[in-house]
């Protein structure tokens, strides 16, 4: 195949042009490093279907905005096989991977609702502790609670995944230990 001869950029052409964005966190930040480059790319890909969702009015009946990207539509946008979309949502996802999206299944054949999360960690030292505390107000049982309960139950909350967990273990500690 012959190479494609580009033109140069004049001016402001560059303005004309739509970009999906990927947030310079997942780049810079050390908890995002195992990420795939593709698993960023596809969690912009699903920032950028947000929109569409808000003005479609797809949320839940709490007001959580949801959309649909089935593993089709990731393999098209991706040029990748089903396989490697699995294996991407799965880097995504709340239950196997980084906590960006969460899945809901809907049964029946219809697509999964796809959460969306904020891509914002808190850093350890700035967990609000006391509200963790009020959310979560018996953390004795914490030690007969599985990992995933725990984590759900967290991320039902709006605390983020691997992060808040090492805080609220941190603080279910020091009142066990008390």
């Known amino acids: 195949m012959p190479q494609a001869i580009f033109a140069y950029h004049l001016g402001m052409d560059a303005e004309q042009y739509a970009f999906f964005r990927i947030p310079k966190l997942l780049i810079t930040e050390p908890y995002f490093r195992r990420l795939s480059t593709d698993a960023k790319l596809l969690y912009g890909l699903m920032l950028d279907r947000m929109s569409l969702s808000m003005r479609n009015g797809w949320m839940d009946d709490d007001g959580h905005v949801y959309i649909y990207f089935t593993l089709e539509e990731a393999c098209e946008q991706l040029c990748c096989k089903t396989d490697k979309a699995v294996k991407l949502f799965a880097e995504l996802d709340s239950a196997k991977g980084v906590g960006l999206i969460r899945r809901v299944k809907q049964g029946l054949g219809r697509p999964a609702k796809i959460y969306v999360l904020h891509f914002n960690l808190p850093k350890i030292g700035r967990v609000d ?23 759900e139950q967290l991320l039902i909350h709006g605390f983020a995944s691997d992060c808040v967990l090492s805080a609220f273990i941190l603080y279910a500690y020091s009142l066990h230990s008390r």
Do not use: K, V
Request: include cysteine.
């Open 129 to 151: 502790i006391a509200r963790l505390g009020q959310t979560l107000t018996r953390p004795a049982p914490f030690l007969a609670c599985s990992i995933d309960s725990l984590s």
